[in-house]
Structure formats: C-alpha cells, structure tokens
C-alpha cells in the first residue's frame, strides 16, 4: 500500500465548503503518480520505453466527501499484475480511520510505439508490490446504457488544459465534462463508473448525451460522451442520493 496525508484545500472544494467529486479523483491519480514516481518504473522511464498506463475503468464508491481543512490519508494498493493489465484500488479516509470513499480502477500497459498493449516489465513488478484487494462490491467495468430519458447537452471542445502529460484528455477532466452537462444538481453522488473506450486529443470535439433513469430510489444519470461519428469515448454513470 503506498498513501499520503493532505488537508482539504478552498481550491478543492464546492459552494458548500465540501470537497468535489474531481477534486477526488485527483487525489487519488495524484497518489498512484506518486507510487509511480518514487520508481523504478518512473513516468520518465515509461516515456523511454514508449509505454504508458492506459485507464480502462473506475469505480469510486462514496460514504461522504471531506470538509474544508478535514484532514485525510489518500492511499492505493495495486492488488493484480498479469499480462498487460494492472488492477488497484484506491481509497481517503479520516485521521481518525473513517473510511470516506474507496474506489476500483482497471488499467491497460500500452505500447505506443506498437500500437498494442505489452506486458508487464520487472521494473512495473517492482514498483508494485501487490496486496489484498479491499472489501467493496466490484461492479462491472463495462456500463450499460439503460433506457430513460435523454437529451443532447452543449458540445465540448478540447482544450490544452484538458490534457495530461500524454497529450491525452486525463481521466478526471472526462468526469468534469460529464458532471458539468448535467447543470446545476442539488442531489449529491454516492457512487462514479466510468468506462473510457478511446483517447480524445486536442481539438477534438465532444458531444454529450445525457440518459436519466433510476435504481430502486435513486436516480441514477449516464453521460455518454461521443465523437463526431457517434461513437462513444467515454460513459461516465452518477448514482444520486
């Protein structure tokens, strides 16, 4: 397990003090970067492979979300390695050991030189060493689309703070798209999956749709953000409390 201790910034958080859903994922992309950079596989010996880990999947599950200068422990623990694949969870939690929100995410290796995904090297065996996954219901990486009523929401285009180091949108500003098309929401978010299919690159143009539905009592909505053609680059889902 790799983790880090941070205090809740006024930068992090909402109208109400509390800390956003992307503020979050940034933490926790912040905590494996961190793993990633304390070596031996480095970001920069990534590049110098031409290799890089591609995000497939999250799923983030959410009993509440910190406060205003509430101080937390960020942590990660890669629990599968095999062939080209990486699987870890994630997790922040009080000083006092409250457990605020776990997540689970699925990653690719990726040639980039190749074209294909490439196994695992000794030095990414290294880097992580494996433990027990945590206790969580682990959904499906692959969202459905359910039926409900959808509309088209405002086009995006983007742009160059959109991108990560890999000239790829990162994965958290695909969530801030996906929230910002549903408008002002008074309900909060108890549980995030996002499923990325292909990379959106600079210049690119998305067009989000939409689809609201419900599970049992909540209302749940799934934004599927398209390309030009139709097809789909990401499905983020939001289950509302």
């Known amino acids: ?84 694949l990486g699987l870890r969870n994630f997790f922040m939690k009080t000083k006092d050991g409250e457990m605020l929100a776990v997540a689970n995410s699925v990653w690719t290796l990726f040639d980039f030189k190749k074209g294909v995904p490439t196994r695992v090297t000794k030095e990414i065996v290294e880097a992580y060493p494996l433990e027990d996954k945590l206790d969580m219901v682990y959904e499906d990486r692959k969202i459905t689309i359910p039926e409900g009523v959808s509309y088209k929401a405002e086009e995006i285009v983007v742009r160059k703070n959109h991108l990560d180091t890999n000239n790829h949108v990162n994965n958290g500003q695909y969530i801030r798209m996906a929230i910002d098309s549903l408008g002002q929401q008074e309900q909060k978010v108890i549980s995030m999956r996002a499923e990325y299919k292909k990379q959106a690159l600079l210049g690119d143009v998305l067009y989000p749709v939409v689809i609201s539905s419900n599970i049992g009592d909540n209302k749940v909505y799934t934004v599927s953000l398209q390309d030009s053609e139709g097809l789909g680059v990401c499905t983020v889902q939001l289950k509302m409390d």
């Open 1 to 84: 397990m790799y983790s880090f201790d941070s205090r809740i910034r006024y930068s992090e958080t909402d109208s109400n003090a509390i800390l956003t859903l992307e503020a979050l994922i940034d933490y926790f992309q912040d905590c494996s970067t961190f793993q990633t950079q304390d070596g031996p596989a480095t970001m920069e010996y990534l590049r110098k492979q031409g290799i890089a880990w591609v995000l497939n999947s999250w799923q983030i599950e959410i009993g509440r979300l910190p406060r205003l200068c509430e101080e937390v422990t960020i942590g990660t623990i890669p629990y599968m390695l095999k062939g080209p």
